[in-house]
């Protein structure tokens, strides 16, 4: 307060008292304000999980993925060890608590969940598995509806609640509107407080030619407030027709993210009916993954305009992506081991590559 008069400094000190003094009127307990020592005396309860690294207690996970990609899938089984108390895709990494689950579904047909259910054995869990897929408008950006859904909770002691898919139950929700979305999240507080947790499925937006493989947190709708506001993201991506699923975890504010890593669905026949089965697929090599991402980016890229390409033209092109040259190279390399592209050598050196024409 240099260059004040006492007199100055006094009506200064005496009106930051009132203000102050205001303040704590009016948010009463809320505040509670001491020393770093005194606060670090305090004892916290350690974190625990309903699926190790993925599901934490009295917490919220997204999982996400662009639409067709077998989160649904991911999420029905996931719910189906929480339910029976099994590691979940049976591996230790992903040790299981035993909970009582709520699975809400907004989007799929009740014929075909049905048919996934038996397919995943859901049906034999008695009580440990519950379903809600009516009424007709479930809006939990409405303070009835939320009622509605915490008496279910409470009321059938459910400790997890998996609701696909986020934009299904969200009432018109504006998913670029950070008040909205704060206000949305908080209404899962109480819940969250008493230790239930919540799994939303949520869709993001397709990649574009130029966005690689690699999912991340920007393809989330209105990613920034929801990243905000939840423990977990875990994202997925799976190719059409292959039974494998890649899986990233690019947020985890509990505990180290889990490094990426696969899963495998597979489809049998047992007792003449047939079932799904998941499994760890192991890590994924990352230098692996930059090369297939690499061939699926070339693939793209020399699909525009069916033209014929330099190496150094689609290195060129790639560099948006932030594709290495050593991975587009090896990419590049294999594609023409694995006759997946078209090429043909100019001069000495030169090699054009192409699209390769399709049925051949």
């Known amino acids: 307060m240099e260059g004040f008069s006492d007199e100055q400094r006094g009506d200064m000190l005496k009106k930051d008292y009132e203000v102050g003094q205001k303040i704590r009127e009016v948010r009463g307990a809320d505040?509670?304000?001491?020393?770093?020592?005194?606060?670090?005396?305090?004892?916290?309860?350690?974190?625990?999980?309903?699926?190790?690294?993925?599901?934490?207690?009295?917490?919220?996970?997204?999982?996400?993925?662009?639409?067709?990609?077998?989160?649904?899938?991911?999420?029905?089984?996931?719910?189906?060890?929480?339910?029976?108390?099994?590691?979940?895709?049976?591996?230790?990494?992903?040790?299981?608590?035993?909970?009582?689950?709520?699975?809400?579904?907004?989007?799929?047909?009740?014929?075909?969940?049905?048919?996934?259910?038996?397919?995943?054995?859901?049906?034999?869990?008695?009580?440990?598995?519950?379903?809600?897929?009516?009424?007709?408008?479930?809006?939990?950006?409405?303070?009835?509806?939320?009622?509605?859904?915490?008496?279910?909770?409470?009321?059938?002691?459910?400790?997890?609640?998996?609701?696909?898919?986020?934009?299904?139950?969200?009432?018109?929700?504006?998913?670029?509107?950070?008040?909205?979305?704060?206000?949305?999240?908080?209404?899962?507080?109480?819940?969250?407080?008493?230790?239930?947790?919540?799994?939303?499925?949520?869709?993001?937006?397709?990649?574009?030619?130029f966005d690689g493989y690699v999912p991340k947190k920007e393809w989330l709708f209105g990613s920034q407030d929801k990243l905000a506001s939840v423990e977990v993201l875990m994202m997925q991506r799976s190719k059409e027709g292959s039974p494998e699923i890649?899986?990233?975890?690019?947020?985890?504010?509990?505990?180290?993210?889990h490094p990426p890593f696969k899963i495998f669905m597979d489809e049998i026949i047992a007792d003449t009916e047939e079932k799904i089965m998941f499994s760890f697929g192991g890590g994924i090599d990352e230098k692996k993954g930059k090369e297939e991402e690499a061939e699926e980016a070339i693939s793209d890229y020399l699909a525009q305009g069916g033209v014929e390409r330099t190496a150094k033209e689609i290195e060129e092109a790639l560099s948006q992506k932030n594709i290495g040259k050593n991975a587009i190279t090896n990419a590049l390399k294999s594609m023409r081991e694995k006759d997946a592209v078209a090429c043909r050598k100019e001069g000495a050196r030169k090699i054009l590559y192409r699209p390769k024409p399709p049925g051949k």
């Open 31 to 209: 505040m509670d304000i001491k020393t770093w020592g005194e606060f670090d005396q305090e004892k916290f309860a350690v974190r625990e999980w309903y699926v190790k690294g993925v599901v934490p207690v009295g917490g919220i996970t997204i999982i996400a993925a662009p639409s067709g990609e077998k989160k649904s899938w991911v999420a029905m089984e996931m719910a189906r060890c929480l339910a029976s108390g099994s590691n979940f895709l049976g591996h230790k990494e992903f040790e299981t608590r035993q909970a009582t689950v709520l699975y809400i579904d907004r989007e799929t047909y009740e014929g075909e969940l049905q048919a996934r259910g038996r397919k995943l054995g859901l049906q034999n869990l008695g009580t440990r598995l519950y379903e809600l897929s009516r009424p007709a408008e479930l809006s939990l950006n409405n303070n009835q509806m939320m009622s509605y859904l915490e008496s279910i909770v409470r009321e059938k002691k459910i400790d997890v609640v998996f609701i696909d898919t986020f934009r299904s139950i969200a009432g018109g929700l504006q998913e670029e509107k950070a008040e909205e979305i704060r206000k949305f999240f908080q209404r899962f507080s109480p819940l969250k407080k008493s230790g239930r947790s919540f799994v939303f499925l949520d869709h993001c937006r397709k990649p574009s030619q």
């Open 246 to 257: 890649s899986v990233w975890i690019p947020k985890n504010r509990v505990a180290p993210a």
